[in-house]
């Protein structure tokens, strides 16, 4: 007799009783929820790209041009 993949790696028989309904509920849940995290995703990418641009010109700005020499000049 054969056994079942799950139970030879979890210990036990999964139980599904799901309805059509509920699966169309939580899949409904699930898409809104996938939506959500994208926006949010979208939302925190653009804030992290403007972040960096940010620091990246005040980075310029400070950084040191280094000494004035001059062709000639003993160093």
Do not use: C
């Amino acid at each position: 007799m054969g056994t079942l993949l799950f139970k030879a790696n979890y210990g036990y028989k999964p139980i599904i009783l799901l309805i059509l309904w509920q699966a169309i509920k939580i899949s409904k849940t699930a898409k809104e929820r996938v939506e959500t995290l994208m926006n949010l995703h979208k939302n925190m990418y653009k804030i992290v790209k403007l972040v960096q641009e940010q620091i990246r010109k005040y980075y310029n700005l400070k950084k040191s041009k280094g000494l004035d020499l001059k062709e000639g000049d003993k160093v």
